[in-house]
């Protein structure tokens, strides 16, 4: 099963740039990764899924190197409301019967400060 | 958008009682999953269900069981809460893209 580690905390500044990394060194074949983003007393929100390379969407952009091994959720200029838990998933590939345990990280905090 | 629902953002019940929590997605997904959340711990899977009358065991199922009698609905059964089980439930459905859209969450408290 894939497991992920994050850092536990982060801290950053309004209008910066936030890269965080997830390792998955044990990413099968068709796991996909995902990153959820959550604020306190509300279920985590989508925010970004890619399989390899690079993928942008309007909130956030996702790097994944060629042996998919880690992955960096990238936050640009992040702001005071962007202060959350991001967690990233590795897994997927509930297809017909066939199952493939999904495995949250422990999360990073992130805290934005002013 | 998807929406899903769960019957009660705060729940409390007594040791040995039976508790159900109920969730509701409007979006024909074919999966359904149930998390637990405690502090230190992330979330962690207790059963989920990729079609109706199917279900499998997550990572912790012990003490729990679960019911998808119907497509959208997907319940969660405490047969006799113990303390330990106070918690958030996070319930979460998903289709064929894997993206998993989460409820609000149910707080549950055990005394």
């Known amino acids: 099963l894939a497991k992920t580690t994050q850092p536990i905390s982060m801290d950053s500044y309004e209008g910066q740039e936030v890269n965080i990394t997830c390792s998955h060194n044990?990413?099968?074949?068709?796991?996909?990764i995902t990153w959820y983003q959550q604020f306190p007393s509300q279920g985590p929100r989508f925010i970004i899924q890619?399989?390899?390379t690079k993928v942008t969407n309007e909130v956030a952009s996702l790097f994944i190197p060629a042996d998919r091994k880690s992955s960096t959720l990238s936050l640009p200029r992040v702001s005071l409301s962007d202060t959350a838990v991001y967690y990233c998933?590795?897994?997927?590939?509930?297809?017909?019967?066939?199952?493939?345990?999904?495995?949250f990280g422990t999360g990073t905090l992130l805290a934005v400060q002013p | 958008d998807v929406k899903v629902t769960q019957s009660s953002r705060y729940l409390v019940k007594r040791t040995g009682e039976k508790v159900f929590l109920e969730c509701v997605q409007d979006m024909d997904h074919e999966n359904m999953f149930w998390y637990r959340q405690d502090p230190g711990l992330g979330l962690r899977l207790i059963y989920f269900?990729?079609?109706?009358?199917?279900?499998e065991k997550g990572d912790i199922p012990e003490g729990y069981s679960v019911s998808r009698e119907k497509k959208e609905r997907f319940s969660l059964i405490l047969e006799s809460a113990s303390t330990n089980q106070t918690s958030m439930y996070l319930c979460a459905s998903s289709g064929s893209t894997d993206t998993q859209y989460f409820g609000p969450g149910t707080r549950l408290t055990v005394l």
């Open positions: 044990n990413i099968a074949t068709n796991d996909y």
């Open positions: 269900s990729y079609d109706v009358k199917m279900k």
């Open positions: 890619g399989y390899k």
């Open positions: 998933l590795v897994g997927g590939g509930i297809y017909g019967g066939a199952t493939n345990k999904l495995i």
